[in-house]
């Protein structure tokens, strides 16, 4: 594929909410993530992704925008937002911020008058549908119907997330030019580009009738009828010609859901966006992604065929977006290293592992430190919406309040969310206040102040192989090289990077117990190992426990 700067980028991704307080309100702010630029830049780090800073009632931390103008009073302002972009940028980090262009707030203008009067123009701004009896079966993303009464008015309106997050009615012509104007706003306003949200929603089945139900609730999810519809690519090829390709910017979307043989229309060369995320195999463990108490077995092996066959599709079409925990997400210790999730050696094959795939990797805060997930013990503990309909879902499908919790505390969003330990102080450095979410309950020792003074720790690790990544003479090879899967052990994950000139195959030992790999070349030299020095004899490559080794082909 023909080169493109994003190709070159390590993004780390900021939920400001929860990053560093400065002002002491308990809510992390854009002045907050000014001041710990430093921590960023000697991370190697070089572009950061801000999850919303719009003006919010937050029922959903900020993907409810009540202002897509103006910013969250509790982050900053526009100038702590300037500022933030101008230093960033004298230090080599670009910023991207969050697109929510699939709903709004129902406190967004639109909709308030939207509500307040039937005929004003602004009812067709998002979908209203009038009648005594709820229009459809439609289970939304948050739970419950996708459709919430009108008070006083024999109307429903229509919500694929929270009751607080109507959907924007994108048959609008309207609607569709308003926004472009707002995003080509933000982009003249010097960001690098978008993490585009739940963008393949856009498009509804206009049909709008009940589907067959699959939950006691007789309701189906909305997942079969509003997500990655008929129709929805114009609005896409719309929204990159009228916004995306006017500036050279960066468009990450989250598309869960897309078939790989529908990859070429959304990041191929002409695609819709620079690159997608994909979710096959972020959400190995639970149903469909959207039903943690359906828990499906896995193991190393699965993970690896499915990070295979997303990296061969991608590499035929263009270019992939790697990541191993999100906002979203619970912390990938827990997920994907279940009992080893402690274990230091572990979560650093875990990190290489993903950061030499092909494609730009993104970091998630606290990821670099190896956080594992929380246990809260009662519901009330929790702030997400969608552990609290979870929790509620799981008990009405049979579950117990124990086992309804136990699957929460795997899943929640609220995992990744808790406020970044910074030292091992009350309220680990993130502030003085009461932090909006409370900690999570290894931050006494998992911290950046305690792995900063550590050489072996997870935090000096992701320095050290982002650096490696970046700026070691293999930096060609690791970026744009070529990507094949090497045949292994079930418990190795082992792969091959590729260019003209270089040739690195890479083997990450997920295993507790020491694994030999017989080498398909005599000739290798070691570039990269975690651990004691691994021994090669005759041809075979002796693994430590959790252990990643990084070799050179010699004569290919
Ligand atoms: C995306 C976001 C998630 C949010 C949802 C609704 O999935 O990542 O955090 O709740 O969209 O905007």
Redesign the pocket.
């Known amino acids: 594929m023909e080169r493109k700067w994003w190709q070159e980028e390590i993004v780390y991704q900021i939920y400001p909410k929860s990053f560093y307080d400065s002002n002491h309100d308990g809510i992390g702010d854009l002045n907050g993530i000014r001041k710990k630029l430093k921590y960023l830049k000697d991370l190697n780090v070089t572009m950061l992704w801000i ?1 919303p800073i719009f003006k919010s009632p937050m029922d ?2 900020g ?2 925008i009540s202002d897509y103008f103006a910013l969250a009073p509790e982050f900053g302002t526009m100038e702590d937002l300037k500022c933030l972009i101008d230093e960033a940028k004298e230090m080599g980090i670009k910023i991207i911020l969050d697109l ?1 262009i ?2 709004t707030s129902d406190e967004h203008a639109w909709f308030q008058q939207a509500i307040a009067n039937k005929d004003s123009k602004y009812r067709n701004y998002y979908i209203f549908k009038e009648g005594k009896e709820v229009p459809n079966n439609w289970r939304s ?2 739970g419950g119907s996708v459709w919430e009464k009108v008070e006083g008015e024999d109307t429903y309106y229509f919500h ?3 009751k607080k ?1 109507p959907d924007l009615n994108w048959e609008n012509k309207e609607v569709r030019e308003a926004l472009y104007a707002m995003v080509n706003q933000w982009l003249e306003f010097g960001i690098a580009g978008f993490r585009v ?2 963008i393949t929603f856009i498009k509804k089945d206009q049909s709008y009738a009940s589907i067959e139900a699959d939950g006691v609730d007789g309701l189906a999810k909305c997942t079969k009828t509003c997500r990655n519809q008929e129709g929805i690519k114009d609005f896409l090829l719309e929204l990159k010609e009228r916004c995306f390709d006017k500036y050279d910017c960066m468009s990450v979307a ?1 598309a869960p859901g897309i078939a790989y043989d529908d990859l070429d229309d959304f990041i191929s060369k002409d695609g819709f966006f620079s690159m997608i995320f994909d979710f096959k195999a972020a959400d190995l463990d639970v149903a469909s992604g959207s039903e943690w108490f359906k828990r499906l077995p896995w193991k190393i092996s699965d993970l690896r065929t499915k990070l295979m066959e997303y990296q061969m599709a991608v590499q035929k079409i263009g270019w992939a977006a790697n990541f191993i925990e ?3 997400q619970p912390r990938s210790t827990t997920k994907y290293l279940l009992a080893h999730e402690r274990n230091k050696e572990a979560v650093k094959t875990l990190a290489s592992m993903y950061l030499c795939l092909r494609g730009t990797p993104y970091i998630y805060q606290g990821q670099e430190l190896g956080m594992v997930n929380f246990q809260r013990s009662r519901i009330e503990e929790f702030n997400d ?2 552990s609290i309909d979870q929790y509620y879902r799981a008990m009405q499908e049979g579950c117990s309040k124990e086992e309804a919790l136990h699957y929460i505390n795997l899943r929640s ?1 609220d995992n990744s969310r808790t406020p970044f330990p910074w030292n091992a102080t009350r309220y680990g450095g993130f502030s003085e206040h009461t932090p909006w979410l409370s900690m999570s309950e290894e931050y006494p020792t998992i911290n950046v102040e305690e792995q900063m003074q550590d050489e072996d720790s997870v935090l000096s690790f992701y320095k050290k192989i982002l650096h490696f990544r970046q700026n070691s003479k293999y930096r060609e090879c690791l970026i744009y090289g070529d990507i094949a899967f090497l045949e292994s052990d079930e418990e190795i994950i082992a792969y091959e990077r590729k260019t003209k000139k270089d040739c690195l195959q890479c083997f990450f030992n997920f295993s507790d117990q020491g694994k030999e790999e017989t080498l398909l070349h005599a000739s290798c030299k070691v570039v990269f190992q975690t651990q004691d020095k691994v021994e090669i004899k005759d041809k075979v490559l002796k693994l430590k426990p959790f252990q990643t080794v990084i070799l050179k082909v010699e004569e290919q």
């Open positions: 999850c959903d931390n993907y409810d929510v699939n709903h993303i948050f694929t997330f929270g997050q949200d739940a989250e999100n906002h979203d919406i969608s969003r």
